[in-house]
């Protein structure tokens, strides 16, 4: 999010990008940031605490990162820290092939960078332009080239063109990031990157790597059971002892096959860092993964990502087992539970098991979930057969979209899978149907899915997002960039979306730790039938300046059984002017970092009175509020009650411009909240002047007249220097009152949250 974006808000760091956003364990890397708001830089905040970023002294925006010898390979989130708080994470990959030179100036074909066997780059995307590099080429030897972008948070849509010496093009792919092919003549070949969508810019950044050894399209059964040694089909190019196989990647190659033993943790290292992009979606977080790379000959593989269960785990057999004129379902019988890795096949593939009347299982296909671009169909069926007739199947049920999102546009958490609970009408036969509504032509093993059925165990699923900033009107169509910023005094909302799993329902409560000195945080307790609630954080007025990681905890019971589910975070990943424009892309966050500024929350508002305000049912609930306005904060505003659904109806309350104290009433009868204890808070927004650190200015003016006074009483050898530093003086004077000036702002405000009983009407 640019400033632009931001101007109607108060100022918080939003990291735009960092580059190059890599380094090797065991070294030392520089690398720069650029986004908003990044004043007062103090540290780099990586979600691995051993990985450290400091400011590079006499660099602006540098900073000398160290990572340790002992990491693993992986993606990281990198945050800013300075004087606003915490910006929002980038990725930052951990990688144990250091990269070559930055490619800066290699923006023709004249001036291309040459990539060794092996050699990696970074580089950028310039607007509407190219990067260009050359390697060695043998005619009929196969060349393949892997370019990575969006799954480092870059915004470039890789093509990627092979052309000869002569100009002349050989190979060209979109999207897909990998560029296999083989070369038409002895020579240089040419490798241009650019943008798909013909963009560009400083966050169109990519890594570039002249791949020698093996490369892993996916590995078929998507699924490994802990603890034990899997065997596993690799799909993939320049596998040692591979075969050809009939199977495609997605530039349309023919990928070559070879069986391996993979072995498996009992414990799957789920706090590993990130390997791939999949990860990143909000749904993902559903399952447990697991990153694999074969250690061959030719060296080690790209990372491949592995769910990880501890079920028996079935295989489909590649399409060599399958011929492909055959028309019937691609069906292997099973025994249940099972976990099961497929591929979608046409017209379908799935599993056949046994079960008696009134067996009850639940049934999830995960595909979608797992990254890739299908729209699974399910369906149910039961064997039919009498003496007379040949056996037929029979349609019992179709299973669900996991469509419905609990989280909101800011973290997208639905998915295209599905998923059910299935109870036997009767003994027999069954089988579970996979189709891809998306891809209904040939199979192909880059779809491929997972198929999980086993007994219901009621579950939940949690996100937690900040709360986005007021909209400035009604027609205002933007999504932001943001995470909690505290100010003194104040109190911001992160904002809680569940998923009740198979059968779970109840209440969800949702609680807080990690709590620094003068941070306290409110519980979200999500009634019976919602989806969504809020967790309040509030600083006391001498709370210091400072950024902390925020765990979230939700709990909930299903008869005696206490389910403690850790809560997810993430957020927007780019800034969106209008978002019937342009979609909102959200991804999840490794941690919940919130920040709190060295200034003042502009308007506080905190109930006075008893400790805990009491009223009865269907009466009037008086609520008094002491509001305290700062810098130019003082005209009329509305608070809103909230914390409960029953709320809605409750009227909002005027606050009269400069007021400092007002009383909300709460009708009851209207808004008629349950017998008992709840804790609710008062919302809403106001527009006011904001001046941006207006003791710098003071600060600045005391600098000059020191500096002009050193000019006054400077020989004549020190008065050039002197004069010089004056000059430098005047400048920083000019800045902090520019940036002091007072600006329109509308900032959303919350009340401290406060505790009300209601008591029975009679």
């Given at each position: 999010m640019g400033s632009a974006m931001a101007s109607a808000q108060l100022p918080q760091p939003v990291l735009n990008t960092v580059f190059p956003p890599a380094a090797a364990p065991g070294t030392t890397h520089v690398v720069s940031v650029q986004g908003s708001d990044l004043d007062e830089p103090v540290a780099l905040l990586f979600a691995d605490p051993r990985i450290t970023g400091r400011p590079r002294p006499g660099a602006p925006n540098a900073f000398d990162v160290v990572v340790p010898a002992e990491l693993t390979a992986g993606f990281v989130d990198v945050r800013f820290a300075g004087r606003f708080g915490v910006s929002n994470p980038r990725v930052f990959w951990v990688h144990h092939a250091p990269s070559g030179a930055l490619a800066t100036t290699n923006t023709t074909a004249a001036s291309a960078l040459r990539l060794a066997p092996g050699a990696s780059a970074w580089g950028r995307v310039a607007t509407a332009g190219s990067a260009w590099f050359s390697l060695d080429a043998t005619k009929g030897s196969r060349v393949i080239v892997r370019v990575t972008a969006p799954e480092i948070d870059s915004r470039l849509s890789p093509m990627i063109v092979a052309s000869g010496p002569d100009g002349r093009e050989w190979a060209r792919v979109r999207r897909s990031g990998i560029l296999d092919f083989v070369p038409l003549a002895d020579g240089p070949a040419r490798i241009q990157v650019l943008d798909a969508q013909f963009r560009g810019g400083d966050d169109s950044f990519f890594r570039i790597e002249h791949v020698v050894g093996p490369h892993v399209d996916l590995a078929l059964p998507c699924v490994v059971q802990a603890g034990q040694t899997n065997r596993v089909t690799l799909l993939g190019r320049r596998l040692p002892g591979g075969i050809p196989s009939s199977m495609q990647g997605g530039d349309g190659i023919r990928l070559e096959h070879v069986l391996v033993d993979v072995v498996v943790p009992a414990t799957a290292a789920s706090s590993q860092p990130w390997p791939v992009d999949q990860l990143r979606r909000a749904a993902s977080a559903s399952w447990t993964p697991w990153a694999w790379s074969w250690s061959t000959t030719n060296g080690p593989?790209?990372?491949?990502?592995?769910?990880?269960?501890?079920?028996?785990?079935?295989?489909?057999?590649?399409?060599?087992?399958?011929?492909?004129?055959?028309?019937?379902?691609?069906?292997?019988?099973?025994?249940?539970?099972?976990?099961?890795?497929?591929?979608?096949?046409?017209?379908?593939?799935?599993?056949?098991?046994?079960?008696?009347?009134?067996?009850?299982?639940?049934?999830?296909?995960?595909?979608?979930?797992?990254?890739?671009?299908?729209?699974?169909?399910?369906?149910?069926?039961?064997?039919?057969?009498?003496?007379?007739?040949?056996?037929?199947?029979?349609?019992?049920?179709?299973?669900?979209?996991?469509?419905?999102?609990?989280?909101?546009?800011?973290?997208?958490?639905?998915?295209?899978?599905?998923?059910?609970?299935?109870?036997?009408?009767?003994?027999?036969?069954?089988?579970?149907?996979?189709?891809?509504?998306?891809?209904?032509?040939?199979?192909?093993?880059?779809?491929?899915?997972?198929?999980?059925?086993?007994?219901?165990?009621?579950?939940?699923?949690?996100?937690?997002?900040?709360?986005?900033?007021?909209?400035?009107?009604?027609?205002?169509?933007?999504?932001?960039?943001?995470?909690?910023?505290?100010?003194?005094?104040?109190?911001?909302?992160?904002?809680?979306g569940i998923a009740r799993l198979e059968g779970l329902d109840g209440p969800v409560e949702v609680v807080a730790s990690g709590l620094p000195k003068g941070v306290a945080a409110s519980r979200a307790l999500i009634p019976a039938g919602q989806s969504s609630g809020t967790i309040l954080l509030t600083t006391a007025e001498d709370a210091p300046a400072t950024s902390f990681m925020l765990s979230l905890k939700a709990t909930a019971t299903h008869g005696d059984r206490r389910i403690e589910r850790p809560v997810a975070s993430g957020g927007v990943q780019w800034a969106v002017a209008d978002f019937n424009q342009e979609p909102i892309a959200s991804r999840l966050h490794q941690a919940l970092w919130v920040g709190i500024a060295p200034e003042h929350e502009p308007v506080s508002v905190v109930a006075t009175g008893a400790e805990v305000l009491e009223a009865k049912a269907g009466s009037k609930l008086t609520v008094p509020v002491r509001i305290q306005r700062r810098y130019e904060f003082t005209g009329a505003f509305n608070l809103k009650p909230a914390g409960h659904p029953a709320l809605d109806k409750a009227k909002d309350v005027a606050v009269p411009e400069k007021a400092t104290n007002a009383v909300v009433e709460i009708a009851l009868a209207e808004a008629a909240l349950p017998e008992g204890e709840h804790v609710l808070w008062l919302q809403g927004q106001v527009a006011g002047k904001y001046r941006n650190q207006p003791e710098a200015v003071v600060a600045a003016q005391a600098a000059l007249k020191t500096a002009k006074d050193a000019v006054a009483a400077a020989t004549a050898t020190d008065k050039p220097k002197a004069e010089q530093r004056a000059k430098d003086a005047e400048a920083a004077l000019k800045s902090a009152e520019e940036r002091a000036k007072p600006r329109d702002a509308t900032v959303g405000v919350w009340s401290a949250p406060f505790r009300v009983r209601i008591l029975p009407a009679k």
């Open positions: 593989s790209n990372p491949v990502l592995l769910a990880v269960t501890t079920l028996p785990v079935a295989a489909q057999p590649l399409p060599e087992a399958h011929p492909s004129a055959s028309r019937a379902p691609f069906v292997v019988p099973v025994t249940l539970p099972v976990d099961v890795g497929g591929w979608f096949t046409s017209p379908s593939s799935g599993v056949s098991f046994e079960a008696k009347k009134g067996d009850t299982w639940w049934i999830d296909v995960s595909a979608d979930r797992l990254g890739h671009v299908v729209d699974p169909l399910v369906i149910v069926q039961r064997e039919e057969s009498t003496r007379d007739q040949p056996s037929r199947w029979t349609d019992v049920t179709e299973l669900p979209e996991l469509d419905a999102n609990p989280a909101a546009a800011e973290l997208n958490a639905s998915s295209r899978d599905a998923a059910g609970r299935f109870e036997a009408p009767q003994d027999g036969r069954y089988r579970v149907l996979v189709r891809d509504a998306f891809n209904p032509g040939p199979a192909s093993a880059r779809r491929p899915f997972r198929l999980t059925i086993r007994k219901p165990s009621p579950d939940l699923r949690a996100w937690a997002w900040a709360q986005p900033p007021p909209k400035s009107n009604n027609d205002d169509r933007r999504a932001h960039v943001t995470t909690p910023t505290l100010r003194r005094g104040g109190t911001v909302p992160v904002r809680v």
